[in-house]
């Protein structure tokens, strides 16, 4: 019986290198595809430096899961650049979709985001209409449903994981926990979005989810026998949201508060009970405890 074999484009990226690692350590063997070059590659792994566009028939011989993590993903510069970034993330998409399915691959997984609920009512569940309030988010939600028509068209299997506030020991520069620790590092104070008059909470709240956690969520996505419905969307977080300000708190050092921005929803909070249903997963990452040793870890090393 042959290994399995997964191909994961956007692997110079912040989430791809776990899915890599993942599927790696569960005896995949891993095409990393990026075009950009990869610092830190991991033993064992086919690295190729290629446009996403440019990938081939050929590139994914035998290949059984493809994760398409290669995305232009900062909300402001969405909003700055909404033309180029849409015909960046949609198109590229539409051309990997075409080329797995020439290559009769099994199953297609793709990262969305909790962002594209807008302003639902909490907590959100996969069924609910996207509210995208600015060009990322619809982006995603554009993506969405091009790969239920694609599943239901051409037949190619294709899961979608709306992905919450991923964190990580390598922080994204552009997220909330590396923003605050450069503000402290620089002796300023950490800024805090203020929330709508009347809320209960003085700051925003976000539903933390731990990088290795969505890397165990797209292995069981792979591996998941039975969908239960075509092209199906699954949120991972872990159900329970963290108050922006806590994290604030955490990492110490003055604050000051700055008016809400409009393209910003006060409370992210999951529903996971299709996630635990279908893919028999759940987060095992608590996050205000992992950031209190994480910045621990972090004074002690500046010792």
């Known amino acids: 019986m042959s290994k399995r074999k997964a191909l994961i484009t956007g692997s110079a990226g912040f989430i791809a290198p776990y899915v890599i690692n993942e599927f790696k350590n569960n005896g995949y063997d891993v095409i990393a595809v990026d075009k950009q070059e990869v610092q830190d590659k991991i033993d064992g792994v086919l690295y190729l430096r290629k446009d996403v566009r440019d990938i081939t028939v050929s ?16 909300i402001p510069f969405s909003i700055q650049s909404p033309c180029a970034t849409t015909d960046e993330n949609i198109g590229m998409t539409v051309t990997l979709l075409k080329v797995a399915t020439e290559a009769k691959i099994r ?4 990262p969305s985001t909790a962002s594209l609920y807008g302003n639902n009512p909490l907590p959100w569940t996969e069924d609910m209409p996207g509210d995208p309030i600015e060009p990322y988010s619809f982006q995603k939600v554009a993506t969405e449903i091009l790969l239920k028509m694609w599943t239901k068209r051409y037949g190619l299997e294709t899961a979608t994981l709306r992905l919450f506030q991923v964190y990580a020991e390598n922080p ?25 008059p009347g809320s209960k909470y003085k700051t925003a709240r976000r539903d933390f989810i731990h990088l290795e956690d969505v890397a165990r969520a797209f292995l069981a996505a ?16 872990t159900g329970i949201p963290t108050e922006i300000a806590v994290v604030a708190e955490i990492i110490g050092g003055d604050v000051q508060y700055i008016p809400r921005r409009n393209y910003e929803v006060e409370c992210h909070q999951a529903d996971l009970t299709k996630t635990q249903r279908v893919l028999n997963w759940e987060a095992k990452i608590e996050f205000v405890s992992w950031l209190k040793e994480y910045v621990s870890k972090k004074s002690e090393a500046k010792r």
């Open 59 to 74: 590139d994914l011989q035998g290949v059984d899961v493809v994760g398409h993590f290669a995305f232009l993903t900062n």
């Open 107 to 110: 199953r297609f997984l793709y």
């Open 172 to 196: 994204r520069q552009d997220g909330v926990i590396s923003i605050f620790l450069r503000a402290k590092r620089a002796g300023r104070p950490i800024t805090l979005t203020e929330t709508a």
């Open 222 to 237: 792979a591996e998941c026998k039975d969908l239960q419905e075509e092209g199906p969307a699954f949120n991972i977080a």
